[in-house]
């Protein structure tokens, strides 16, 4: 298909017509880097010149309102809430994901059909009886107690993802190490654990990349003083003079270690599958 | 799988409960369980004192779930036959371009939005027309609908296109060397080999991104916040701020239950009609 393209009319058209729909969408992510590093805008989107000044935060605190905190308390608590769900979406779906892969029982399609329920009513619809239970609980208004309620929304998907891991796994090494002694508990650590390490990372990254874009759930269910990069980013988007560019800068930062994740464990996440997960 | 159930359980079908009770509650700031029977519901549908938004709710939704699934599925097509039928490196920038969106945080993909359609100079979009010495448009005031639909769709668009590239990519390609050997245009080949071959992951994206829309309210919350008064306030941003905005958790909660009889509702046709294995199975072609 590839190999032998002319370059006919109703190909240029195809290009004429993506490149008018891309192109609103590239102002906007060129206009976005240019306002981040730029210092006083000529001609709507060309800086006078370049700088760091909306980089300030970074040694300076940021005030909101009536409140103030720093970029890096921010930050620390973003990395705090996505460590804490990575951490619980591994551990349970590695377990979960194993069984499901190993271990012939009943209702395993009932895992199938929590995917569709779980879109059918997502999280963000059952926000408020969430609010109650973690406040009955007594984790209201912390991040680890978030974190878990975070962490539960992609257990379904994780361990579907974590199960197809541990099926590219041949059942001889299984059966070999039982011929010679080995546990069930001993053949998951001593053997898959290194076996699926890839399928691990892939795992902690899934999770620990969702609850830091997460905003609803920290927004909602932290108080207003702990802030997280996603909800310093929204208030100072609500307040009543918004400086963009510093907001551009912000949001950058706030981008940065997820894509260095990304990027370097590029290997291991090309076996990931993209499927939703995100609300829309 | 002890621990996974558990947590589920917890934080999945404990809500769902607990929506339901709290429905029944009038439930305010002081968190007290004062059970009130129907009133919430009949307050919903007009019996007794009528909530006087609804109408407009109900409105806005239908027309933010009939935009957005459209241009999903549509504009999602589009892109990926447009972007899988081009050169190579060329179809591949472009299919970057369109999953930004998806790939980047919510709150930065509503600030873009926010900061483009700013209704002053500062804005992206009004800066660059008041360098051209065109007046600036109060985007978000006069076109607040529009601007939710297009922020929303293009974040749909993005995993629509992902899931028909793939199948794109997966149709035999005798099919369409078969067809050029006999001298289709490129438009015959799209309209009559691959539109056809790609029914099935066209009608589970259908069906995802329509529960998708029905539910979702944070984009709009960060871009408009369902405003100017009331212009994208969407059944679920409508539930959302009557809980955590107005305190009323039980009249929130009952918005909620609405939302989740519609889901479950919804979930048991499309189940009927498609067959549950078939809507999880992605971007897989029947040749």
Redesign the interface.
């Known amino acids: 298909?590839?190999a032998k393209?002319r370059w006919?009319w109703?190909?240029i058209v195809?290009?004429l017509?993506?490149a008018a729909?891309?192109a609103?969408?590239?102002?906007?992510?060129v206009?976005?880097f240019l306002?981040a590093f730029g210092k006083g805008?000529?001609?709507?989107?060309l800086p006078k010149e370049f700088g760091f000044t909306n980089f300030r935060f970074l040694w300076e605190p940021i005030a909101w309102g009536l409140g103030q905190t720093t970029m890096w308390a921010a930050l620390g608590n973003t990395l705090a809430f996505a460590a804490t769900s990575g951490v619980?979406v591994t551990?349970?779906?590695m377990?979960?994901g194993y069984?499901?892969s190993r271990i012939e029982f009943r209702g395993k399609?009932l895992f199938?059909?929590?995917?569709?329920?779980?879109?059918?009513?997502?999280?963000?619809?059952?926000?408020?009886?969430?609010?109650?239970?973690l406040?009955y609980i007594k984790l209201l208004h912390k991040i680890p107690g978030v974190a878990?309620?975070r962490?539960?929304?992609e257990?379904?998907l994780g361990?579907w993802m974590a199960k197809g891991f541990f099926d590219g796994i041949p059942w001889d090494v299984e059966r070999s190490a039982m011929i010679d002694g080995c546990t069930r508990l001993q053949i998951w650590y001593k053997i898959f654990l290194p076996l699926v390490r890839p399928g691990i990372a892939a795992v902690f990254i899934w999770g620990f990349l969702f609850a830091?874009?997460d905003?609803?759930y920290v927004y909602?269910l932290l108080p207003g003083t702990t802030k997280l990069?996603?909800t310093l980013?929204?208030s100072l988007?609500a307040t009543e003079v918004?400086d963009?560019g510093y907001?551009?800068a912000l949001?950058l930062i706030?981008?940065i270690p997820p894509l260095s994740l990304f990027v370097l464990l590029q290997r291991a996440l090309l076996k990931v599958?993209?499927?939703?997960g995100?609300?829309? | 799988m002890g621990p996974s159930l558990g947590l589920i359980l917890l934080f999945y079908f404990v809500p769902v409960v607990l929506t339901l009770l709290i429905a029944f509650t009038d439930m305010g700031r002081a968190l007290k369980w004062n059970f009130i029977g129907l009133d919430n519901f009949a307050r919903l549908f007009g019996v007794g004192g009528r909530d006087p938004f609804i109408v407009k709710i109900i409105t806005n939704t239908l027309i933010y779930v009939t935009g957005s699934l459209p241009l999903t599925v549509v504009g999602g097509l589009l892109l990926s036959v447009l972007s899988m039928r081009m050169h190579r490196g060329a179809g591949l920038f472009f299919r970057t371009v369109f999953f930004i969106p998806r790939a980047i945080p919510p709150v930065v993909w509503g600030f873009l939005w926010a900061w483009s359609f700013e209704g002053t100079r500062y804005g992206l979009f009004n800066g660059i027309r008041a360098a051209l010495g065109l007046p600036v448009v109060h985007w978000l005031i006069r076109y607040p609908m529009l601007i939710v639909i297009l922020a929303n769709g293009f974040l749909g668009i993005s995993l629509a296109m992902l899931v028909f590239s793939s199948a794109i990519a997966s149709i035999p390609r005798d099919f369409t060397r078969a067809a050029e050997v006999d001298g289709a245009s490129e438009w015959q080949i799209v309209r009559y080999i691959i539109v056809p071959l790609l029914k099935w992951p066209i009608l589970t994206m259908t069906a995802w991104h329509l529960m998708s829309f029905i539910n979702s309210y944070v984009y709009i919350m960060l871009i408009t916040g369902g405003g100017p008064y009331y212009a994208t306030e969407v059944w679920a941003l409508y539930g959302y701020h009557a809980a955590f905005n107005q305190y009323r958790y039980g009249y929130g909660a009952s918005i909620m239950t609405m939302l989740v009889i519609v889901n479950v509702i919804l979930l048991l046709i499309l189940i009927k009609a498609f067959g549950m294995r078939r809507m999880l199975e992605r971007g897989k072609i029947e040749v």
């Open positions: 298909m590839w393209l006919g109703d190909r195809a290009y017509i993506l729909i891309a609103p969408f590239l102002t906007m992510y206009g976005f306002r805008m000529t001609l709507g989107i619980v551990v349970i779906c377990l979960a069984a499901l399609n199938l059909a929590l995917q569709l329920f779980l879109h059918a009513v997502p999280g963000q619809v059952l926000l408020i009886a969430i609010f109650f239970l406040f878990l309620a962490a539960s929304l257990i379904p361990i830091w874009h905003f609803i909602t990069m996603s980013i929204q988007l918004i963009y907001l551009a949001s706030y981008m599958p993209v499927f939703g995100k609300g829309v």
